[in-house]
Structure formats: structure tokens, C-alpha cells
């Protein structure tokens, strides 16, 4: 398993780069504009990480700028953790044998979602390319929020 980023909500963009870049040190590393889901991604690394942010894109923190009004409550401003892992079948047959439930299955071989027993939303992703579409994932709906 390796760590990859943290993300965060954030109401102002600008604000946000300011304290994150200018006040705290941060470096924008990789920003990802997305009409259609109506959102920005912002990704930024430490000084000096910024060396192992280009080559493996951790360990950053992704500001994510949703551009449709958004008051968040009770922590919906923090996102996921995620992380990479060898095998997402595998992890998540772990967790499910352990009585986690797969919020989000890895359907896709690819991402899959669980949460924490304090309910964190914590992201999981295929290392390398995506898993063939396996059973009994390929066909498990989502269940509740993830």
C-alpha cells in the first residue's frame, strides 16, 4: 500500500491557494479543470516532495473546488484519504471478511470506496493498470455514501 493525497473541500479557490501556497509553503503541482462535473482539482506538494510528486504523484494534499454553491456540515469539507494498493480485489475482500462494507465496489478494477469506523471516506486504486472486471465486484451496487 502507498499513500497518495488527502483531499479537501474548499469554498474559495483563490483564498485556499493563498494560505495553502503563499502563507504555508505548498506548491501547485497538477490543477484539473472539469466542466461537466462542474469542479476543480488542485494538487499540491510540499518543497520537498515536489521530486517524488512528479514521479509518483504523492504525497499530496487535493484542494477540490466544486462550482456550484456548497455550505459543508460536519466535516463534508474533508474528502478521502487514499491510497494505491497492490491488488483491489484482494484489499477489499480483506475488508469485507473483516465486516467492512464496499461503499463503492471496484467495478472497474480500478477505485473502490470504504469508510472508517469515525465514517473517513478512504479511497482505494489499483497500482498500475486496472483489473479485468472480476465477480462478485463487477456487479455489487453502492451502498450508502461514499
Known amino acids: 500500500m502507498r499513500y497518495l493525497h488527502t483531499m479537501v473541500r474548499v469554498k ?11 502563507l504555508l509553503g505548498l506548491q501547485e503541482v497538477r490543477r484539473v479543470e472539469n466542466e461537466a462535473g ?4 488542485v494538487f499540491l506538494a ?3 516532495n515536489l521530486e517524488q510528486s512528479a514521479a509518483e504523484r504523492c504525497p499530496e494534499v487535493e484542494l477540490t473546488f466544486n462550482w ?10 474533508f474528502g478521502h484519504l487514499a491510497y494505491k494498493v497492490d491488488d483491489i480485489y484482494a484489499a477489499c475482500q480483506k475488508l469485507m471478511d473483516g465486516g467492512v462494507t464496499i461503499n463503492r465496489p471496484p467495478r472497474d478494477g480500478n477505485m ?7 465514517g473517513i471516506s478512504i479511497e482505494l486504486l489499483q497500482e498500475g493498470a486496472p483489473l479485468a472486471p472480476a465477480e462478485p465486484w463487477a456487479s455489487m451496487p453502492n451502498v450508502g455514501a461514499w
Do not use: M, W
Open 112 to 118: 473502490a470506496f470504504v469508510r472508517s469506523p469515525d
Open 46 to 48: 510540499a518543497p520537498k
Open 68 to 77: 456550484d454553491p456548497e455550505e459543508y456540515q460536519g466535516g463534508r469539507n
Open 12 to 22: 474559495d479557490i483563490d483564498a485556499s491557494l493563498h494560505f495553502y501556497c503563499d
Open 38 to 41: 462542474r469542479f476543480t482539482l
